[in-house]
């Protein structure tokens, strides 16, 4: 019992935390939302991070022994491939995955 | 009558756009969820807490970081920090929202209280239907990553170790949703500079600051990106 209260505490102070990073700027900065300054970052900062995050989800691939990555690249290539011929999402999605999948669990570049 | 209806027809087409652009966070959010579950039952707490922490916690990374400190008991107050310093990175998504977000009351609350990483890849590459409340559309995005996520956690806490199958690698679904998103704000803004300069902090933060990689990045990038304004916006 003791031990539930423990980690209900440990959600609750959780909980909190998070809401508080996400919620900081919107406080911190409240009625800044038409900024000029605002809109130039609402704009530029999303690229910078989904570059960040395509480089961050790739951060445990070791480069530097075989397979040197041969799975997430070739993976990461038929994404671009795909998306950039057919402009389906879903469709560039999956099919990488599909191959990720295979690659990984029948061991192609094992 | 008609107004009803129309109104009706078009926050369903407002659902489905934001069903289909959220389904490669499914396949993200389902099996890491599990992953998740399945370490969080080893704990033997409960799995309904594990359904809980997906609920009220909502953050892929902390969550589990705190299977660890729940293992190790940690105290409140350790939790408290590490959660903070962990998802601190979450602020600047929120900076670069200041002018999306216009939602008001309990809707902007969920909105803010949902934001995480692919909830804001999603939010800042897609559109809603044409006419539609973008405000609603954001507000379907995120209900539907925080449903996955909740389903993940809970059947990994559920089945525990006994699941079947092998679903190794799908979470890959989430690399290559931050691929097409990056092309399609390669799209729509083509101007090189904030890709540059967020390729260049990121491989740096990796080999310097490995652990940290992803809060040293996007602070660095901001950070560089308000002080190369008149640059970025030269080469627009």
Redesign the interface.
Known sequence: MN??I??L??????????????????VA?KG????P???????????????????????NVDIFNAPFGAN?FI??GI??AV??WKEN??L???S??AF??A???YGLFA | MKLLWSNKNMNTQTTKYAF??S??VM?GYVPLGMAFGVLFQDLG?GWY?AT??GI????GA??FM?VG??AA?AG?LE??VS??VL????????????????AVGLK?FYL??G?T?ET??LI??SHPPPGEDEQNYYFYLTALNHFYWVVGCTLGALLGASVEF?????D???????????????K??K?P???I???G???GA?WFF?DK??LV??AL??AI??GL?PV??KNK
């Open positions: 031990d539930n423990y980690l505490s440990i959600i609750a102070v959780m909980t909190v935390a998070t809401f508080a990073t996400r919620a900081f700027p919107f900065l800044k939302g038409g900024h300054l605002m809109d130039y970052i609402g704009r530029y900062m999303p690229p910078a991070v989904m570059t960040i995050l395509v480089l961050y989800s790739m951060k997430e993976a990461l994404t671009t998306h950039l999402s879903l560039s999605i999956f990488a995955t990720y999948m690659a990984l669990q | 289909e652009a389904l490669p396949f707490y807490f809980m922490m009220f916690v909502f953050a902390a969550q705190a400190l729940l008991h409140l939790v408290a959660t903070l998802n601190s990175r979450h602020m600047f998504f929120g900076l670069s929202l200041l002018t999306r977000y216009h902007k803010i209280f934001l990483d804001y890849s800042t590459a092998d679903s190794r690698g799908m890959f679904a989430l690399t290559a949703l931050f691929m097409v998103l990056l092309i399609e704000q390669w729509k803004i101007n500079t904030p890709f300069i967020a390729f902090c990121a491989v990796m490995p990689m992803l990045a996007i990038s901001t990106l308000f304004k970025v916006d």
